[in-house]
């Protein structure tokens, strides 16, 4: 590893789990936008739904997701009115044209959720939106929050995919980033979902923590594999204190550098391949016959808020504060603070608050970035065939940035313009240059490694 490349192309940049990216979204979508769009939406129109919930029941302080500690279950019980209030609204306009093809309870930790409340939403959902018999019900579990009446609710509403934080097991680490969690109780949770016929089990690790060793992150990867989940995400921890408060928790002077962390995920990478796992994109690994896997050897995997995902519906809607949705017209985003959220969907209304229609060009460069980011490489071949003329400006890019490319990450490869082996931990990087806001407005992003 060429810690000169580590340095040159740590510098901060976007994640890419949309183009373009959040930072650009402006006022000009509004909620009659949103309207507008859920109504050309046509009949039969695949969908998945996003539901966010945004409490949890302990804040660890490397979290950077939109969510909010609480003691009480009183907010989270007036939230999830607020939702019922907008599930309603939104099947108004487009519920009965639709054929859900998925649907993702993510947060914050859904599992808070009472027993009682996970079954209430579950069958207001399916009351509201016709589910295919195949849906996939995906849910992120906070292992601490687990127990037999949460799995049963969760497995009575048709849960068939679980990922679960981990994060790291050694419990210098934990205590670091207060986030204490044994492998016992992890390893208890996956063999419950696993016994209610959850099909596949994603673990989340992190790299670049405080008190982070390659042995620590060796320890924590054995154990991880012992469980042998379908799926691993393997993140690098985002130091963004500037919009996280309590990140300032965590002691800069204990962060990893650039190359240690490199150092990490390749530590890691290396014994989760040695296990007979693949790569997916940048940071997944999935069994062979897991469908991220089958979906990156086909060239059919997706990226989007949620990360890498088989997801190929017409729409994500998303439900709850915060979240966002894309239809084929563009982006749309929900009010991020609960109060005003709950205000705006018990009116009536919906919560749009931001948003971006797209234009020919933002779906071309999309297509670019997400090719990029699942299959490392773009067809010149099918870019003029998907978007015609106008794609010669972005092929005359790639073969600019592949004709000045002197540390070997970026090339032209017959009708393919590739990220090389050596680029792959750079692929963030080299996304970026076909990024038409990026520089614009006065977006911060975490390091590209
Ligand atoms: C919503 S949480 C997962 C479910 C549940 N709340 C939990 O923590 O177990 C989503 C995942 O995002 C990842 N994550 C959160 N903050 C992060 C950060 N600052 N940098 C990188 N990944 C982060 C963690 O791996 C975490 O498991
Ligand atoms: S990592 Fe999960 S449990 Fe921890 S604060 Fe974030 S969302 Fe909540």
Redesign the pocket.
Known sequence: MDRSLVEKYASPVPRYTSYPTAPHFSADVSTSTYSDWLRALPKGASASLYVHIPY?DRL?W????H?KQTRQYDPVARYLKALDAEIASISALAGNRLRVTALHF????PTLLQADDILALGGRLRDSFAFAPDAEISV????NDMDEARFDALAAIGMTRA???V?DFNERVQQAINREQTFEQTKWVVDAVRARGVHSVNL???YGLPHQTLASIEATTEKVLSLRPDRI?L??????PWM?KH?TMIDEALLPDAAARLEQAEAASRLILAAGYEPVGMDHFALLEDSLAVATRSGTLRRNFQGYTTDQADALLGLGASSIGLLPQGYVQNMPATGEYERRVLAGGLATVRGVALSDADHMRAWVIERLMCDFSVSRCELLSRFGEPARAVIAEAELLAANDRDGIFARAGNRFVVTDRGKPFVRSIAAHFDAYLGQGTARH?VAV
């Open positions: 949890c660890c490397f979290c950077a997701c969510t993510g947060g914050g930790s992120e579990m906070d292992p990922s679960l934080g994060q989340d690790m992190l995400a993140f690098g921890y985002a130091h963004v996280k990140q975490s």
